[in-house]
């Protein structure tokens, strides 16, 4: 005959079990700030003053918010995935209502399949943020309209930064390197694309059934494809003379007898893009003289200081 189990032994076994299983990471572990503004789970590592929410702590979930005029500063944290889903979505689908006003900021996405989703969204920004390790597309704008994304680092096997049906949106001062796009543009119009150095990806920009777009005072650096066009548009590649347009690394292999135009800084041969795109003022140097001239001020400003103190 077999013998029971006492019931103390199974007790200690159930409480073993329970006290093990905690330590199992839920497969939906999702952290949301909802329409309210309620972070959920209440545990998560954000702290919450007024309209400004701050994380205390790495996350190693991705987010969802729903809640409009609010900032997230990630304190220089990072959100850590395990290679799939988004590491943050901001937005809703498009048949729900808009979010508006969301700034996303000081933060570090890594290891997921997407790094930031802005969908249905309206002013909302993205500011020094660190997407790296991504496999799907780094920041994707979808359908959303007036959204700046400033001063951040991108790297993705897709597209660095993707613009998805998405107008008026500007792209500032990002790093997007060592993606297969490192800026692709799709059915979108409007959009404004500045001072940003686009280098080491497959192509560096991508552009398809989209029009009207401004793109200048960007570095091109060591793409194998400076540029794809899809479509019959035509975007604006430069901000006129003497301002310039972009510095292109493969410029004087292809225009091998362009000089320089008056010492401005601009070569005197356009960059062709196609029949309908061409940057009218390419940039000679990489670093655009806004960047050097307070180096040149501060050093006018020693020999100055230095000049005078020796003939007093």
């Given at each position: 005959?077999?013998?029971?189990?006492?019931?103390?032994?199974?007790?200690?076994?159930?409480?073993?079990?329970?006290?093990?299983?905690?330590?199992?990471?839920?497969?939906?572990?999702?952290?949301?700030?909802?329409?309210?503004?309620?972070?959920?789970?209440?545990?998560?590592p954000i702290q919450r003053n007024g309209n400004i929410y701050t994380f205390t702590a790495d996350i190693n979930d991705d987010i969802e918010i729903q809640a409009d005029n609010i900032i997230v500063d990630g304190a220089?944290?990072?959100?850590?995935?395990?290679?799939?889903?988004?590491?943050?979505?901001?937005?809703?689908?498009?048949?729900?209502?808009?979010?508006?006003?969301?700034?996303?900021?000081?933060?570090?996405?890594?290891?997921?399949?997407?790094?930031?989703?802005?969908?249905?969204?309206?002013?909302?920004?993205?500011?020094?943020?660190?997407?790296?390790?991504?496999?799907?597309?780094?920041?994707?704008?979808?359908?959303?309209?007036?959204?700046?994304?400033?001063?951040?680092?991108?790297?993705?096997q897709t597209a660095g930064v993707r613009l998805d049906q998405a107008d008026n949106n500007t792209l500032l001062r990002n790093n997007v390197t060592n993606s297969y796009d490192g800026i692709e543009i799709w059915g979108?119009?409007?959009?404004?694309?500045?001072?940003?150095?686009?280098?080491?990806?497959?192509?560096?920009?991508?552009?398809?059934?989209?029009?009207?777009?401004?793109?200048?005072?960007?570095?091109?650096?060591?793409?194998?494809?400076?540029?794809?066009?899809?479509?019959?548009?035509?975007?604006?590649?430069?901000?006129?003379?003497?301002?310039?347009?972009?510095?292109?690394?493969?410029?004087?292999?292809?225009?091998?007898?362009?000089?320089?135009?008056?010492?401005?800084?601009?070569?005197?041969?356009?960059?062709?893009?196609?029949?309908?795109?061409?940057?009218?003022?390419?940039?000679?140097?990489?670093?655009?003289?806004?960047?050097?001239?307070?180096?040149?001020?501060?050093?006018?400003?020693?020999?100055?200081?230095?000049?005078?103190?020796?003939?007093?």
């Open positions: 005959m077999k013998r029971l189990m006492p019931a103390s032994v199974l007790l200690l076994v159930l409480c073993f079990m329970l006290v093990s299983l905690q330590g199992i990471r839920p497969v939906d572990a999702t952290v949301y700030i909802n329409v309210f503004g309620v972070i959920n789970p209440s545990s998560a220089g944290h990072t959100i850590q995935g395990a290679g799939t889903g988004t590491g943050m979505i901001v937005g809703n689908i498009p048949d729900l209502p808009t979010v508006y006003n969301v700034t996303l900021k000081n933060l570090r996405i890594n290891m997921f399949g997407g790094g930031i989703l802005l969908r249905n969204c309206l002013n909302c920004s993205i500011v020094n943020v660190n997407v790296t390790l991504i496999s799907n597309d780094g920041i994707s704008i979808y359908r959303s309209s007036n959204n700046s994304i400033v001063e951040n680092h991108v790297g993705a979108s119009s409007n959009n404004t694309v500045v001072g940003n150095t686009i280098a080491n990806n497959s192509w560096g920009i991508r552009l398809t059934d989209s029009s009207s777009n401004k793109i200048y005072h960007n570095n091109f650096v060591n793409n194998t494809h400076q540029v794809y066009l899809d479509n019959e548009g035509k975007d604006v590649w430069d901000d006129g003379f003497p301002s310039g347009g972009n510095y292109w690394s493969d410029y004087e292999a292809k225009y091998q007898n362009a000089t320089e135009q008056d010492h401005s800084g601009i070569w005197n041969t356009p960059y062709i893009i196609d029949s309908n795109n061409k940057d009218n003022y390419p940039l000679i140097p990489e670093f655009p003289s806004l960047t050097i001239l307070p180096f040149m001020m501060a050093a006018l400003l020693v020999v100055t200081v230095y000049g005078r103190r020796h003939t007093v």
